[in-house]
C-alpha cells in the first residue's frame, strides 16, 4: 500500500525558512518522479518543484526558482527547502509521486495522473 505524508509545515513571516518533507511508503518500483504542488482556496493546484529518481533533473515554477530546493533520498522521500518566504507562498503544499518517463518529469507540466499518488498536504503560511 502506498502511503505519502507531508509535515513541516507551519506559519513563518517573510524572509523566513521551512522545509516540508513527504515520508513515503509502498512505492518501489511505482514511481520515479517526485513533485511537490500547492493550492490555495478557490484556485487550482499548481505545480512548484519536481525531481525525477531517474538523473535528478529537476524541475521549478518561476515563481519559486532561487528560493526553493527540492530533493530527495534513496528512500524516495522528498524534501523542498523554501526560503525566502513570501506571503504569496502561503497556500496548503501536497506532495506527489508519479511513474513517467524522466523527461515528462523535469517538463515543469507534470501533473500526476490516475495512476500518481497524493498526500494530505500540510498548510504553510507566511504573514507579512
Known amino acids: 500500500q502506498v502511503s505519502l505524508v507531508e509535515s513541516g509545515g507551519g506559519s513563518v513571516q517573510t524572509g523566513e525558512s521551512l522545509k516540508l518533507s513527504c515520508t513515503t511508503s509502498?512505492?518501489?518500483?511505482?514511481?520515479?518522479?517526485l513533485g511537490w504542488f500547492r493550492q490555495v482556496p478557490g484556485k487550482e493546484r499548481e505545480g512548484v518543484a519536481a525531481?525525477?529518481?531517474?538523473?535528478?533533473?529537476t524541475s521549478y515554477a518561476d515563481s519559486i526558482k532561487g528560493r526553493f530546493t527540492i530533493s530527495h533520498d534513496a528512500a524516495k522521500n522528498t524534501f523542498l527547502q523554501m526560503d525566502d518566504l513570501r506571503p504569496d507562498d502561503s497556500a496548503t503544499y501536497y506532495c506527489?509521486?508519479?511513474?513517467?518517463?524522466?523527461?515528462?518529469?523535469?517538463?515543469?507540466?507534470?501533473?500526476?495522473?490516475?495512476?500518481?499518488?497524493w498526500g494530505q498536504g500540510t498548510q504553510v503560511t507566511v504573514s507579512s
Open positions: 506527489a509521486a508519479d511513474l513517467i518517463p524522466p523527461y515528462q518529469c523535469a517538463s515543469g507540466s507534470w501533473h500526476p495522473g490516475p495512476a500518481g499518488y
Open positions: 509502498g512505492l518501489a518500483y511505482r514511481s520515479n518522479c
Open positions: 525531481v525525477s529518481t531517474v538523473g535528478g533533473t
